[in-house]
């Protein structure tokens, strides 16, 4: 039941940031004006019915609820640069006034053919940038038997990321503080790919990131177990709060 008292906080916290400004400021009031973000990747954005439908229900169920206009283009399997071929992402791009295009690459191309990557994520920034929109990238994260993936992946992304003027969604840092403070705490489906908890995991960094809020404004958690998800949301936020500190 949605108390007063729960309002007032949202109210205030909302009329503070919309006051304090800077990296968690948000570029639009999302309860007025929707939010239209396109995700572009594979398997890693489409699981457990896609991180836009899971954002969307996010917002959906924030106290005051937030507006979203969400899209992925994420078949099983694909990189940017088959994205690029096929011409739909591109299409998709220039279809509606978009205010950000999420990028998310193969699983391992950032660390095995990161010219590749590089090479790609240029000319899709350049074309979203064409449009007025803005690039995000959304950091990965390691597989499940491979643990040293998480450094190499960071570096690959925050170096393409800041080369490019571009934002960075750190997703694959929230992945390894779990996993390093809660080893018991299961992501994975298989050996790369999220279970629900792994999905609300990127789903609550995206949250953060976007909005300047902590998840649990949200009472949408996935299906997952509540000191889970209140610890998930406390984790993602608290990272994002650190890793928007680059920007300032």
């Not at 973000?37 to 924030?62: A, P, Q, R, Y």
């Not at 570096?155 to 503080?177: F, H, M, R």
């Not at 299906?223 to 984790?235: C, K, M, N, T």
Request: glycine share 6%.
């Amino acid at each position: 039941m949605r108390t007063k008292a729960k309002y007032i906080k949202y109210l205030f916290l909302t009329i503070g940031l919309i006051i304090i400004g800077g990296c968690f400021s948000r570029p639009d009031d999302y309860t007025v004006n929707p939010l239209n973000i396109l995700f572009i990747g594979n398997s890693l954005t489409h699981s457990n019915g896609g991180l836009d439908k899971i954002l969307h229900k996010m917002f959906d169920s924030t106290d005051t609820p937030l507006k979203i206009r969400s899209m992925r283009i994420a078949p099983g399997g694909e990189r940017l640069s088959g994205h690029y071929r096929k011409g739909d992402a591109v299409i998709q791009i220039k279809s509606i006034k978009w205010d950000y295009v999420v990028l998310q690459e193969y699983s391992t191309s950032p660390i095995t053919d990161r010219e590749n990557f590089y090479n790609y994520s240029k000319v899709f920034e350049r074309i979203i940038r064409g449009t007025n929109a803005k690039t995000i990238f959304f950091m990965t994260w390691e597989y499940k038997e491979d643990p040293g993936m998480a450094a190499i992946l960071a570096n690959s992304y925050t170096a393409i990321a800041d080369e490019l003027g571009c934002q960075l969604v750190p997703v694959g840092l929230v992945w390894n503080k779990v996993r390093t403070e809660r080893p018991d705490l299961e992501l994975y489906s298989d050996f790369k790919h999220p279970n629900l908890v792994g999905s609300y995991l990127s789903a609550c960094v995206f949250y953060s990131y976007l909005t300047g809020m902590n998840a649990n404004e949200s009472t949408y958690i996935l299906g997952i177990d509540p000191e889970i998800a209140e610890y998930i949301q406390d984790i993602a936020f608290d990272t994002v709060k650190e890793w928007k500190k680059r920007y300032e």
